[in-house]
């Protein structure tokens, strides 16, 4: 079992800056891909980013390829996700996944376990 916990959200100005957390219980984290999806108010849950158990591969949604930089730290069982020149379009509720036995997953269905997620706004 790994259970994810989400920090760091809130509200911004367009074109700032946040650094979302997820810090993971259980000492087999560094066995997990992990990902940030996000949902709008009425639309379906997206994909942003993913990152495979080492760091050593990453993927982006197009939609945040250059603002977003996913990473993770296995030593302190946390995952970060360093959001820059942040959009009205990037407000959602941002969640952390974690899923075992693959190398980097982008559907939800890959993903085992979930954060509870942690709101973040951006205004124009």
């Known amino acids: 079992q790994v259970q994810l916990v989400e920090s760091g959200g809130g509200l911004v100005q367009a074109g700032g800056s946040l650094r979302l957390s997820c810090a993971a219980s259980?000492?087999?984290?560094?066995?997990?891909?992990m990902g940030w999806f996000r949902q709008a108010p009425g639309k379906e849950r997206e994909f942003v980013a993913t990152?495979?158990?080492?760091?050593?591969?990453?993927s982006y949604a197009d939609s945040v390829k250059g603002r977003f930089t996913i990473s993770r730290d296995n030593a302190k069982n946390t995952m970060y996700l360093q959001m820059n020149s942040l959009k009205p379009e990037d407000t959602a509720v941002y969640y952390c996944?974690?899923?075992?036995?693959?190398?980097?997953?982008?559907?939800?269905?890959?993903?085992?376990?979930w954060g509870q997620g942690t709101q973040v706004t951006v205004s124009s």
């Open positions: 259980g000492r087999t984290f560094s066995t997990y891909a």
């Open positions: 990152i495979s158990w080492s760091g050593g591969s990453t």
């Open positions: 996944a974690a899923a075992w036995a693959t190398t980097l997953a982008v559907t939800p269905d890959e993903y085992d376990f």
